[in-house]
């Protein structure tokens, strides 16, 4: 990608489309950019950058605007075969659920600070979890492929930390602790709480090596310390933090940590 990220924004405010805009023009690692004004004109952009072989690599994106808001055009760029890596740029904070779904790269809180601004490129810079295996029969990989989990995948989800949003990528959790409609993610660092509920982060988040150990906790395989079985009680340590492993999620657990072991290393 020698000539730059190709870039679009979308804003339906003119003012605040010309400063991101700037921004993002000011940006070295960003090329070509293109803007619009509404959810219609950022599909035909995108479709149209298709059609000539020069597909669109990120959307910054408003979320409220009239007609097709950001929420439903995010939706619709990930139906697309190479969809463009989506980063939410809202003066609201109750759309992190929908960004998680979408699987947004990032969130952005208006006005947007240049820093976070180059911290959201950096993500989208990035290579693509997918990009190494683009073009590939997975058949090729043989039997052996069956034969273990996935390797761990860089899905995080979006917290508030003294206002701003930021994303927590899943191989930093330790372990999730369910809390009614919320989730707990403890880290090494501190524990943080989003509203997703442990069944959505369990299924989004089982390729990335997690496993349900219990109805209220779902556990980092490569952090589990210690499994211990005493008494017909099944336990597993993790962070120093002893958990309870329910009877019906002990044989699955046990599995998926033999099948880790057996990996090559």
Same mark, same amino acid.
């Given at each position: ?66 007609? &097709?808001?950001?929420? #439903?055009?995010?939706?619709? +760029? $990930?139906?697309?075969? !190479? ?6 740029? %809202? /003066? ?15 969130? &952005?809180?208006?006005? #947007?600070?240049?820093?976070? +601004? $180059?911290?959201?490129? !950096? ?6 979890? %997918? /990009? ?17 989990d996935p390797e761990p995948s860089p899905e995080s ?5 003294a206002g701003v949003t930021t994303f927590v990528s899943? /191989? ?90 057996r990996r090559p290393q």
């Amino acid at each position: 990608m020698g000539t730059g990220l190709r870039v679009l924004a979308v804003d339906d405010e003119a003012p605040v489309l010309d400063d991101l805009a700037y921004l993002l023009r000011a940006d070295p690692r960003v090329g070509d950019l293109l803007t619009a004004r509404d959810g219609a004109a950022a599909l035909r952009h995108v479709d149209r950058a298709l059609a000539v072989g020069r597909p669109i690599d990120a959307v910054f994106l408003d979320i409220r605007m009239p007609g &097709l808001d950001g929420v #439903v055009l995010g939706r619709l +760029l $990930a139906q697309f075969a !190479r969809p463009p890596r989506i980063v939410y740029v %809202t /003066a609201y904070e109750n759309h992190a659920v929908d960004a998680f779904e979408i699987k947004a790269v990032d969130y &952005l809180l208006k006005p #947007v600070r240049p820093e976070r +601004l $180059a911290e959201a490129i !950096r993500r989208v810079a990035e290579p693509s979890p %997918t /990009a190494a295996t683009a073009g590939h029969d997975s058949s090729a990989a043989g039997p052996a492929a069956a034969d273990h989990d996935p390797e761990p995948s860089p899905e995080s989800v979006p917290v508030e930390l003294a206002g701003v949003t930021t994303f927590v990528s899943a /191989a930093e959790v330790w372990y999730v602790e369910a809390q009614g409609d919320y989730a707990r993610l403890h880290t090494a660092s501190g524990s943080h709480l989003v509203r997703i509920p442990l069944a959505a982060l369990e299924e989004r988040w089982r390729a990335a090596g997690f496993v349900r150990v219990h109805r209220s906790h779902l556990v980092a395989l490569q952090h589990i310390d210690q499994l211990r079985i005493e008494s017909g009680r099944c336990t597993v340590q993790v962070g120093g933090i002893e958990l309870p492993v329910s009877r019906r999620h002990t044989r699955e657990l046990r599995d998926r940590l033999v099948r880790n072991a057996r990996r090559p290393q």
